[in-house]
């Protein structure tokens, strides 16, 4: 890695950190961030060299996120802990549009990942650092995909992964995968705050590497899901970018790519955000709405696990970034997230819960004419269909309390006779 090329900076007070240590936060207690030597990559950096590498069959080639290593880290190869993630499809479904109210309506289906969410993508560049670093242990909170995507990663690297829960609902399949992948898996007596904040003191009590939303490697990571949808579209740039917001590190994330690439010159402009909350966890919508600061929501709560979130890391950073862009944020009913859930699933392509709170606020944002219907938009679907299982049956069953199965597939027993099944075929 070379030395030159990058910083660690402080968002609040502007303080910076060169080299690498194990560092989370500035003496002043903000966040930090990667802040690369742009100058220095404008002589060097062309989309042509990102392009050249899609026939290419190197591992740090081939994964969708360092084949943009000089915008990510720039880590030797051989210091890389990869899955070849990224390279996620970008689906064209004109029944999703229709849905939706849009003329076309583009959807990166991060779900398509190793473990399943884009979190492989913050994850791969997590891990190499701590791999860097020397150290042998991570850790982190979590409702579910970054548990499973650090569980998958620190076994690839050989390292001891520790995950600390919250009481309450999890997904089962995200549950599965960090028991799977082998994580120590630690249930905690408390909310997600409470899991949050024993984890940073079991990290520095025990020297334990801490991977979650507040490592600023990861967000350089995920910065990949925009650079490759770009090069899925030749670069152009579309006028919307529709995504889910939990803790608000992904929206983060893309807009500090767009900055980048717009400031070395190779994109002409950057699009809008939509970042689209559930009504029961919606803290950055009302912090948008009102123009005040966020005032965390207490007991967040929604059937899109990965969004149910009621205090934010990143939303500072993350309301500046949808702002700038001129963009907006959007809530939408667990109702409404469930029936746009119903649409994706039945187009074929399926994702969970959260992913589809973007198709929900797409609808929403062209209903009232915030979007235009002949707007170029992309969706970010972020995570797998099978990360949740039991919402889905439990809908399509009409088993969901407050929720009608408006579009629901239900299962139907028969006899065990032709007549029988034949009957049920033609209803
Ligand atoms: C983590 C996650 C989100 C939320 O992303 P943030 O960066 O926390 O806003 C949305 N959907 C899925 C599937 C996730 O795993
Ligand atoms: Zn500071």
Known sequence: MSR???????VECGASYPGLDVRYTCQCGGLLEVVHDLEALRARLSLATFDARLGSRAPADRSGVWRFRELVLPLETRELVTRLEGNT????????ARYAGLDALLLKHEGENPTGSFKDRGMTAGVSIARRLGMTRVACASTGNTSASMASYAAAAGMRAYVLIPEGKIAYGKLAQALAYGAKTIQIEGDFDAAMKLVRQVCDAEGIYLLNSIN???IEGQKALLFELLQDLGWEVPDWIVLPGGNLGNNTALWKGLSELHALGLIPRRPRLAVVQATGANPLYRAFVSGQDLVPVERPETVATAIRIGNPVSWKKSLRAVRESGGVVEEVTDQEILDAKAQVDAAGIGAEPASCATVAGARKLALRGVIRRSERVCGVLTGHLLKDPDVVVAYHRGELAGIAATFANRPVR???TLEGVRGLLSE
């Open 4 to 10: 030159a090329s990058w910083c660690l900076a402080c």
């Open 89 to 96: 499809r970008l689906y064209d479904s004109p029944a999703i």
């Open 216 to 218: 600023p490697f990861r």
């Open 414 to 416: 028969s006899a065990a």
